[in-house]
């Protein structure tokens, strides 16, 4: 099955400094990649996904990337502000039907 | 539109005890999913329903562990007995279903502590 890494588990900037997780997947039949951003109690909530055939989607200050032979794919958030400060998980899905496979997370911690 | 609702949003039990949760999902919304998430981990699926119809259970331990979804709207998940290794936060998330199914829209949880 699918196994996906992240890495940092923790990430702690500045604020108005980019931030970049990073996820390698292991399926390379995997065309669904989500990024999910979750608060302290609270749900997930997806903020930005890419699917394999586009290498790059922006968003405002979220963009993602990813490089489908090297098998892994970034979150990079620039001017971060304190409302960035969460949990961030990213996942990969094999296809339209397959399981989502969650990363363990990023705590994204923005100082003032 | 109301989002996804699940109850409780808290439950502590003794082990050995039986529990269960909640969820609605969004209106209209086909798939039905159950994950588990422990503490500082990524959420894992338990379950995952296309109406009423159990499509991927391979990660339920199904020795305690049952999931239901009659008439194919809202879903129970029980465990009996719970153990302590059982605490953790129980997400119920669901999406429209069909083809190229992307987001999915998760409800606030069920955490669970067994003593």
């Known amino acids: 099955g699918e196994n996906v890494e992240q890495h940092p588990s923790t990430l702690s900037v500045q604020e108005g400094d980019s931030a970049v997780i990073k996820c390698t997947y292991s399926?390379?039949?995997?065309?669904?990649f989500p990024w999910y951003k979750q608060e302290l109690g609270k749900r997930p909530q997806l903020i930005i996904d890419?699917?394999?055939?586009?290498g790059e989607k922006k968003d405002q200050r979220i963009a993602v990337t990813l490089n489908k032979t090297a098998k892994h794919f970034s979150l990079h958030i620039t001017e971060t502000q304190p409302e960035d400060s969460a949990v961030y998980f990213c996942?990969?899905?094999?296809?339209?039907?397959?399981?989502?496979?969650f990363g363990a997370g990023t705590q994204v911690v923005v100082t003032p | 539109e109301a989002g996804v609702v699940q109850s409780p949003r808290y439950k502590i039990i003794e082990k050995k005890q039986p529990v269960a949760f909640w969820c609605n999902p969004i209106?209209?919304?086909?798939?039905l999913y159950w994950y588990l998430q422990n503490l500082g981990q990524g959420p894992e699926l338990l379950i995952r329903?296309?109406?009423?119809?159990?499509?991927?259970d391979s990660q339920l331990p199904k020795d305690r562990f049952s999931a239901e979804r009659l008439k194919g709207v809202d879903s129970t998940l029980k465990i009996q007995p719970a153990e302590l290794g059982d605490s953790a936060v129980y997400l119920c998330?669901?999406?429209?279903?069909?083809?190229?199914?992307?987001?999915?829209?998760f409800g606030e949880g069920s955490r669970l502590t067994v003593l």
């Open positions: 399926d390379s039949a995997s065309n669904y």
């Open positions: 329903y296309e109406n009423e119809e159990a499509v991927d």
């Open positions: 890419i699917r394999s055939n586009v």
């Open positions: 998330a669901s999406s429209p279903g069909g083809a190229n199914t992307g987001e999915l829209f």
């Open positions: 996942a990969a899905k094999a296809d339209s039907w397959g399981k989502l496979q």
């Open positions: 209106s209209g919304h086909n798939t």
